[in-house]
């Protein structure tokens, strides 16, 4: 979902989908075909594992949407308490989460690598939390591409013509940090989370520079 946003929050919510999406792929090829910030496709793997009896592809799906809904409650518990700092204060999790992540690959902890993923992608999805809601989805690009879809469809019939535009451009994000973290793991393995956790770090600045803006004027 993406709701009526100004034009400086879409590109936080681009920028977010495309960390997300750089910090899934590793999480990806870390694990072999499971996601850490895509749950509908865990779920999938969950159930036909278990109905196939392939008991410890079940128990990680099962174990990954755990930590994710756990990082979910962390962030969303945090905002509240950060109030207007919330988008800084959650990003700062994020970082720190990440930087957990990639200094438990380099000593081969490759458990606690997943398990911080999984948070951090829950708590990223709460940056945009409003009234106990996410106001925009950072990982869930079904419904993003249904509304393009519907958007595309309304320009076709009279309706404001570029309205798809913003939900082409979350998409578009997702993809393109899929596929740099796709190919910087090709280069460095999960050493590349560093990049990741920087650009979390560089987000939650850029949240506090604008709520210092905005209590200014």
Do not use: K
Not at 114 to 123: D, F, N, P, R, S
Not at 138 to 143: A, H, I, P, Q, S
Not at 158 to 163: F, I, N, S, V
Not at 188 to 216: E, N, P, Q, T, Y
């Amino acid at each position: 979902m993406v709701v009526d946003v100004g034009r400086r929050t879409f590109v936080f919510a681009v920028l977010l989908a495309a960390l997300a999406g750089y910090v899934d792929a590793m999480g990806y090829i870390t694990l072999g075909g499971f996601f850490v910030s895509f749950m509908s496709g865990n779920s999938t793997r969950m159930a036909v594992g278990a109905v196939d009896g392939h008991w410890h592809v079940a128990a990680v799906g099962a174990a990954v949407i755990g930590l994710f809904v756990l990082g979910v409650v962390l962030g969303s518990v945090l905002g509240r308490i950060a109030c207007a700092h919330r988008s800084s204060v959650v990003m700062c999790l994020v970082a720190g989460l990440l930087v957990a992540a990639v200094t438990a690959s380099a000593l081969g902890s490759r458990q606690v690598v997943i398990a911080a993923l999984a948070l951090a992608m829950g708590a990223e999805n709460t940056v945009f939390e409003r009234t106990g809601e996410s106001s925009i989805s950072l990982t869930y690009m079904t419904g993003t591409l249904v509304r393009l879809g519907q958007r595309l469809a309304a320009a076709l019939t009279g309706g404001p013509r570029w309205a798809w535009v913003r939900f082409a451009g979350l998409w578009l994000g997702l993809v393109l940090g899929v596929a740099a973290g796709a190919a910087v793991h090709r280069g460095v393995g999960l050493a590349g989370l560093w990049a990741a956790a920087a650009m979390a770090l560089l987000l939650a600045a850029l949240f506090a520079r604008d709520r210092l803006s905005a209590a200014r004027t």
